[in-house]
Each structure stands twice: as structure tokens, then as C-alpha cells.
């Protein structure tokens, strides 16, 4: 098997891809077009509008509400049709709206191609259409270029790319051209590619291109989002099993129900009516749209603190997560590289304050006096620096322009009472050495002020910079030797920490020296000491993560950087207690079985790839858990379609992400994900209150009909009173219901399993208690008004008040699964009381107003009849209330 490009020498390189320094001819590039297509990602599977709307129909209830329409259709019976087919269309289009807004991923990713591209042809620089590029055509890049394909590069000048699209990382890499001698590495650390899709940030460079369109880096990515089956949400797995359940009962009770109105004597058309009307008074039809509301309301409460919602039912997969998965950089951590360890003259020094606001100290370890080495170390990383820190007045903060590491630099040495600008003008410039892979160093030569000559400062990596140095400054400035020994220990300290270690050095040169090179710093320099930084967490994500543990949420850090780092900040944030972590490499050797029993105790993976994220997301899934997958790059789009909810970052995050995402954190902030986590759960039970009232107050209705007839009485209520009875009691507090506050502790309580129904043992129970009490008590109300002689119209009045005053009493049992309704303040919910107050009023007027009793059939009703209606309505509260009460005592005990 050949070795990858990157294992291959220059010369080998150009001999694989059958291609030379001159480029290719336009006749071959044109043959190769053909072989190998067009430079283009995977463009997916195009959204058909017609084929969303039709999917809104493809649902149980929906599929019983059609029957129900096209026989009341058959019958003549133009006003419930009217109703029916109004109810159906109100889901469907909410539903469009929402599903037409989907899969733009591919689209996004298509952005990061670059339009044109300059290559050598036929001897000469061409510019060419980023769409017609080979395997073997030479690429010019410069800095602020898009890199147009996957690149083995043959000359890098300085050449900087910014790979955070792939790797996740924002630290610009280096490149060199140098071929490595080890397979199987991480993208991070393949120094001699660029990869389609990255971004030049500085210096300039040549490479041939070995893979174009979905053969790239880049291209596999698109691939996989394109492929990647959308996992079905909890909310829709139990919605559709709840659908096809009540559905299949509810047939069943209205066939039940025109079978024995036929047997007691009443005509077939009207028990087909009846049966109609049944079905379309205990179907809960108004679910999907009490559904859709109750979630548009989380997005607006999410929305307020600072997380966008892009598809409705990922507001309840929130609040039933298990596992979030998260980058680090710029996810968990500031993205902000800050000095934080610092050793000068033998003494050792930690650094307060993060990021790129100099507000901070430089605290001595031990005594704590003046330390000149320190000074000087300090003075190297500020001089021999190429990146700038500027303060923005209108905005009063500190932003960078440069390389993040050379920034942090620049700002521990103004923690150290440095002047950025003083020092320039003290210390006048006159050559610089930039920063080359090769040496692993940059530095700057000055003029001293002090008058007695010029001064070269170094930084670099430290066994580069000890390898220059025979001599190291004391504490009070003078030259001594240097310990390697023990300066090597110390690397290695800073280094377990996590942090990313330089050392600075100095040389002196006489007055007449005004430029340097390379082997002028060969050797004679002296030590100054080592500065050791990193990118520090959000202060605001350890309270994140502590409380998401408290919920039951399980914290996984994935992320691109090295294993040492990854350790560092999952410990200080409290995800991992120990030095359990995985890297690609590691990931690479094992089957999915070996990861699926990893991903169960391992929490940190570091150095993986696109494909190791989507695998380690693969694996949780299989071992049943509910996953949130948090990331910025192109490099996680594959995981986060694949995940049950994406959460993209709104500021760092790039286009591909955002548009596979079902959420977008606004802040850039791990902490906003806690709070959208709340309120998923909010959703949620706002989402069951609404089933337990409407199923309750239609079961009922069902038990109350159905017994009516069995006992061969007259059919309680006719077909128009009974839609009249759903319009009145479900028409509005279904959707006030959606409005529910947040129940205290609700975000502490742990996540519910996955296979966990709508319809919990509690609410089935409470279900069933609540439809007996309805329908006896009713049952009570009719039989009793039917003794007394009165006519049937009256009898069917008073039975119809009862069951609308037992169903808005019952909205007040439903606001709460096990706290008292007494406990609770009717006005927390103003939408909802009102309701309740509007629903009353409307019973009223079909009671006594003309045309309303024409309509319905209804007759005035008495004081005496109101005086035993209410009461009888009233024992719904009780009831429940007693079994909330056993409950409570059951729990304590």
C-alpha cells in the first residue's frame, strides 16, 4: 500500500502525481478533469416543498380526522366538515413552515471552495476557476487566500494557515515541506499540507494538488453530512407512538358506541354522526398544534437568553439530553492564549488575570522583590513579537491582530509594568528573523539603550533556544551559568500542566552590527527564562458544568488538541478526575465495539479527526443516550447531523455548522446551553399537562357516552353539542397551558429515559382516576334531571354544563402533576384564567342566548340546577387532590 503524500519526499511527490515544477500542460489538465470530475463537494439530497407538505399528514390522529371529514362530507353535514377540515389544515401548514427551513448544510460547506485559484500551466501563473483544479496542478498561495484543494506543499515562506474549519483549533499552523517519517497522524500535525477549505493567514507558498472535491479533507466531510441519517428526536418517537395509540382506541370506542346506539333503537344516521362526533371530541386533534405552540414558545424563551432555535422539536430534545459532547476551543475556553507559569533568575512566577485585558500581576512564588531576569524575559517575548495588542475606545477592550500566541506575550509583559509602545521607542528595531519552522525561533535585533551597543532578543521553543545559550541572568542581572538540567525540568512541569512552553534569550552585538543571521545566534546567547501559557476556560462554564452534572447530564469533551491540554482544562472544569483520554490515534486501533465500551467511561478525547467525532457521537447513541453535540467548525458538521440536537456557536462558528444545527448559542457561551437545557424541560412537562388534560377530559366524554348507552338511556348529547363542547373547553386551554412557568427544581431533576412515553405510569393512573370522575358524575347529573321528568333538551343542557365545568375544573389539576392546584396562583397564567373565564361566558350564552339554543338544542337551566351542577363539577378538584395528597405522604415515607 503507498504511503499517504505526506510520508513522501518533494521529489517523490511530483513523480507520484506525474507533474513538474512547470505544472501541467492545459490538454492534460483538461484529460484529468475528465478523469477525476469537477472540484465540487457533495451537493445532497434536494428538499421537495410539495413532499414536506404532504408529510404533514402522515400522522394517526390526522389520518382519523380525514375519515371523519369525508363521511360527515357523504352525510351533508356541512358544519363539522367545516370544522375537521379547518382543524387539519392549521397543523399542516404550521408543520410546512417549519420542516421547509431544513438541510442547508451542504450548502454551507460549498462556501468554503474557493472560486478561483492561481496555478502553473503550461510554464506560466494562470488563474483558473476553483472548479477545474487536478490532481497534479501546481498552486500559488499568498496570505489571505483560500486554499482550493487538498495541497502537498513543495515551498513554504513563512507560510501560516488557519486550519480551525478542520481541526477545530484557532491556532495558525506553520508549514513546512519537510516529509514526515510517522503514518497514521493527526490532521494538526500533518506541518506539510494544506487542506481545502483553510485560510492562508500569512506568508506565502507552492503545492501540488493530490485531491480535489470529495476526495479532500474537506470533501469527506460534505460527504458524510450528506449521508448521515437524521436521528428521530425523543419528542417524535413518542409523539407518533402516542398518535397511533390513541388513534387505534379511539376508532375503537366509536365503532363500540355506533354499534350499541344501533342495538337501543336509534337510527344508523345518527349513531354515524354521533360516532363522528365522538371521535372528534376525544381525538386530540389540537396536539400537534398545542405541540408546535408549547415549543415556539421555548424558542422565544430560549431566544431571550442568547440560544436560536432552528427546528422546534429540538427545544424538548434539550431537556431530555444525557450526554453533551463539546469542542474546547473557543467552546469551554476563551480562545484567548494567556501566560499563566513564568521562571526568570531562578525563581519561579505565576501569572493572574485571563485573556487579552492586561489587568493582572505578576505574583512571585517566593520572595518578592525585583527580579531583572524577569524584566528581560519579559522585554524578549514583547520585542521579538510580530503581532500587535490595540485598545478599541468606543468598545473599551483589548483585540489582537496577530498570531494569539505573541499577543499573550505582549500582554504578560504589560502585566509585568511594560509599556507595549515605550518599548518600541526605547528599544528602535533594526532587523527581525521571522519565525521559520526550521529554526523553531524568531528574533529581532535593537538598539540599546543603555548605549552600549545593539541587543538581539530570542524567543522560541526552549530546547532550540538552550541550544544557543551558555550563560543565563541572574536574578539581579548578572550573567551565570546556566542550569539545562534544570531548565529542562521545568518544560517538562509546565508542559504536564497543559501549557505551551517558549524561552527567551538575548545576545549582545558591537554598534556596528545592524543586521543579523541565522548563525550569528548559533551560540553566546543568554537565558533569560520561560513563559508557559494557554487558552484558559470560561469562568462561566465551571458553574455550567457543575450543574449539568447535577442534572444528570454527562459533560464530554472532544477537541483537537493535544492530550496534555485536553487533561489540563477537563480537570480544572471538573469533566474528568483522572488521565483517562483517547486520542485519534488510539481511536483509530479500536473497533466501534472497543469504542462503544470506551465512550461509556472515557470523557476526554483529544487529536481526533471529523470521523472520530461523528464515531464517538455513533457510539453514545448505540449505548442509548439522548446527545447534544457542541462545536464551530466544518470539521464538526458529520456529528452534529448525526447527534439528536447540534449546538453550533453563533459568534466562532462557521456557516457549515450554524446551518446543521439545530442551535445556535448566540454568545459563544457553554453556559447559555444550561439554561436552554431548562427550558427544554419546561417544554416538556408544559407538553404533558397538555396530553393529561385533553386525554382525561376526552376519555370522559368517551366513558360517559358509552355508558349512557349501555344503560339504554337516550343519547346524551348530540353531535353538534359534543364539537361545541371541545371548541369551548379545549379551543383555548390547551394553547393558554403551553404558557405554564417553570416548576421550581425542574432543572435539577434528572433526564428522563429515552423509552419513557408521554404518558407516564403517574399520568395513565391520574388519566384514568379523572375520566371515571367525569363520567360518573355526569352520568349522575343526566340520569338525575331524567327522573325529574324534564325533557330530554334540558336533560342533554344540563349534562353538557356539567361535563365543560368538569373540564375547565380539571385545567387546574393538570397545571401540576403532584403540587397542590391550591398551592398554586391562578394568575401565574393569565392567558390561562382568562381562558377559563372566556370558555364560562360562552357556556353561558349557548345556555341563554336564542340563536346559540337554536343552534345547539339547549334550554335555559334553573338556580336549583346550577346549585347541584357545580358542586358535582367541583369533586374533579377534590379527587385529585386527595390522590396528590397520598402521593406526597407515599414519597415521604
Not at 47 to 75: C, E, K, R, S, W
Not at 373 to 388: I, K, P, Q, T, V
Not at 661 to 690: C, L, P, Q, Y
Request: hydrophobic share 45%.
Amino acid at each position: 500500500m503507498e504511503p499517504p503524500y505526506y510520508n513522501k519526499t518533494v521529489e517523490e511527490t511530483f513523480e507520484e502525481a506525474q507533474t513538474s515544477p512547470s505544472g501541467l500542460t492545459s490538454v492534460e489538465a483538461r484529460r484529468r478533469l475528465v478523469i477525476y470530475g469537477p472540484n465540487t463537494l457533495e451537493k445532497g439530497t434536494i428538499i421537495n416543498p410539495f413532499y414536506v407538505f404532504l408529510h404533514q399528514f402522515m400522522d394517526p390522529l390526522i389520518y382519523i380526522l380525514i375519515i371523519a371529514a369525508g363521511v360527515t362530507t357523504f352525510l351533508r353535514d356541512w358544519i363539522d366538515t367545516g370544522l375537521i377540515i379547518a382543524v387539519i389544515i392549521i397543523n399542516a401548514i404550521i408543520g410546512f413552515s417549519q420542516e421547509i427551513k431544513a438541510e442547508q448544510a451542504v450548502s454551507a460547506l460549498k462556501t468554503l471552495t474557493a472560486p478561483r485559484a492561481r496555478v502553473i500551466r503550461n510554464g506560466h501563473v494562470e488563474e483558473v476557476s476553483g472548479e477545474e483544479l487536478v490532481p497534479g496542478d501546481i498552486v500559488l498561495l499568498a496570505s489571505g487566500t483560500r486554499v482550493p484543494a487538498d495541497l502537498r506543499l513543495i515551498e513554504s515562506i513563512h507560510l501560516e494557515v488557519d486550519e480551525s474549519t478542520i481541526t477545530g483549533e484557532s491556532l495558525p499552523v506553520k508549514k513546512d515541506t519537510a516529509a514526515l517519517s510517522v503514518k497514521g497522524v493527526a490532521i494538526g500535525d500533518i506541518h506539510n499540507m494544506a487542506f481545502m477549505g483553510t485560510l492562508v493567514t500569512s506568508g506565502r507558498g507552492q503545492g501540488i494538488v493530490v485531491a480535489t472535491g470529495t476526495k479532500t479533507q474537506l470533501g469527506s466531510i460534505s460527504v458524510e453530512v450528506a449521508r448521515v441519517k437524521k436521528t428521530a428526536t425523543p419528542l417524535q418517537d413518542r409523539l407518533s407512538h402516542l398518535s397511533s395509540r390513541i388513534g387505534i382506541a379511539i376508532l375503537g370506542l366509536s365503532i363500540v358506541a355506533v354499534a350499541l346506539g344501533i342495538i337501543i333503537g336509534e337510527r344508523l344516521i345518527d349513531m354515524l354522526l354521533t360516532g363522528i362526533a365522538l371521535a372528534v371530541g376525544a381525538i386530540p386533534e389540537g396536539l400537534p398544534v398545542v405541540v408546535t405552540i408549547t415549543l415556539a414558545i421555548g424558542v422565544k424563551r430560549m431566544a431571550d437568553k442568547n440560544a436560536i432555535i432552528r427546528r422546534l422539536p429540538a427545544v424538548e430534545t434539550l431537556g431530555s439530553t444525557t450526554v453533551i459532547a463539546s469542542d474546547k476551543t473557543g467552546t469551554m475556553t476563551r480562545n484567548e492564549m494567556t501566560v499563566v507559569r513564568a521562571y526568570a533568575g531562578g525563581r519561579h512566577y505565576r501569572v493572574s488575570g485571563v485573556g487579552y485585558s492586561p489587568d493582572g500581576e505578576i505574583l512571585a512564588e517566593d520572595k518578592d522583590d525585583a527580579n531583572k531576569a524577569l524584566e528581560m524575559c519579559l522585554r524578549a517575548g514583547l520585542l521579538a513579537n510580530e503581532s500587535d495588542l490595540e485598545f478599541d475606545e468606543d468598545k473599551k477592550e483589548y483585540f489582537p491582530r496577530g498570531d494569539p500566541t505573541e499577543v499573550g506575550l505582549i500582554v504578560s509583559a504589560m502585566k509585568g509594568g511594560l509599556g507595549e509602545g515605550q518599548e518600541r521607542v526605547r528599544y528602535v528595531e533594526l532587523d527581525e528573523l521571522p519565525f521559520e519552522s526550521e529554526r523553531m525561533y524568531m528574533a529581532s535585533l535593537h538598539k540599546d539603550p543603555a548605549g552600549e551597543g545593539n541587543i538581539a532578543f530570542i524567543k522560541g521553543a526552549p530546547d532550540r533556544i538552550l541550544g544557543m545559550c551558555d550563560r543565563a541572568m541572574s536574578d539581579e542581572g548578572e550573567e551565570v551559568e546556566v542550569d539545562k538540567g534544570q531548565v529542562y525540568s521545568i518544560v517538562d512541569s509546565m508542559g504536564a500542566e497543559g501549557l505551551r512552553v517558549l524561552a527567551m534569550a538575548y545576545k549582545k552585538f558591537p554598534p556596528h552590527i545592524t543586521g543579523i543571521e541565522p548563525e550569528m545566534l548559533a551560540d553566546g546567547a543568554v537565558f533569560l527564562g520561560l513563559q508557559g501559557m494557554y487558552d484558559p476556560p470560561r469562568e462561566e462554564v465551571y458553574e455550567a458544568i457543575r450543574q449539568a452534572k447535577m442534572s444528570g447530564i454527562r459533560v464530554i469533551m472532544v477537541t483537537g488538541d493535544h492530550k496534555a491540554t485536553a487533561l489540563t482544562i477537563a480537570r480544572k472544569l471538573g469533566i474528568s478526575g483522572d488521565d483517562a483520554a483517547l486520542t485519534g490515534q488510539e481511536l483509530d486501533a479500536m473497533t466501534d465495539d472497543e469504542l462503544y465500551e470506551a465512550v461509556g467511561r472515557v470523557s476526554v478525547f483529544s487529536r481526533v479527526s471529523p470521523l472520530h467525532k461523528l464515531r464517538i457521537v455513533q457510539q453514545l447513541i448505540r449505548r442509548g443516550e439522548v446527545v447534544a453535540v457542541t462545536g464551530d467548525g466544518v470539521n464538526d458538521t458529520p456529528a452534529l447531523k448525526a447527534a439528536h440536537i447540534g449546538v453550533a456557536m453563533g459568534k466562532s462558528g462557521t456557516d457549515a455548522a450554524k446551518e446543521t444545527a439545530e442551535m445556535i448559542i448566540t454568545d459563544d457561551n457553554f453556559a447559555s446551553i444550561f439554561a436552554a437545557v431548562k427550558e427544554g424541560r419546561v417544554v416538556f412537562a408544559n407538553i404533558r399537562k397538555v396530553v393529561l388534560f385533553l386525554l382525561s377530559s376526552g376519555f370522559g366524554q368517551v366513558i360517559f357516552i358509552l355508558a349512557t348507552l349501555a344503560m339504554r338511556l337516550p343519547l346524551p348529547l348530540l353531535p353538534s353539542q359534543i364539537i361545541w363542547m371541545n371548541l369551548v373547553t379545549n379551543g383555548l386551554q390547551d394553547v393558554a397551558m403551553a404558557f405554564e412557568p417553570p416548576e421550581k427544581g425542574i432543572e435539577y431533576q434528572k433526564p428522563r429515559p429515552r423509552g419513557e412515553p408521554i404518558i407516564s405510569r403517574l399520568m395513565a393512573e391520574k388519566l384514568v382516576v379523572i375520566g371515571v370522575v367525569l363520567a360518573l358524575g355526569t352520568l349522575a347529573i343526566y340520569t338525575w334531571e331524567l327522573e325529574r321528568g324534564v325533557s330530554i333538551d334540558k336533560a342533554r343542557t344540563a349534562a353538557l354544563t356539567t361535563l365543560v365545568l368538569y373540564q375547565l375544573f380539571n385545567v387546574f389539576n393538570a397545571r401540576s402533576e403532584t403540587r397542590s392546584a391550591f398551592t398554586m396562583n391562578p394568575l401565574s397564567n393569565p392567558f390561562l384564567f382568562f381562558s377559563i373565564v372566556a370558555s364560562i361566558i360562552a357556556q353561558g350564552a349557548a345556555i341563554y342566548w336564542e340563536p346559540l339554543q337554536f343552534m345547539f338544542r339547549t334550554t335555559p337551566l334553573e338556580v336549583a340546577d346550577w346549585l347541584v351542577i357545580i358542586p358535582v363539577a367541583m369533586t374533579v378538584i377534590l379527587v385529585v387532590e386527595a390522590e396528590k395528597a397520598i402521593r406526597r405522604l407515599a414519597s415521604r415515607s
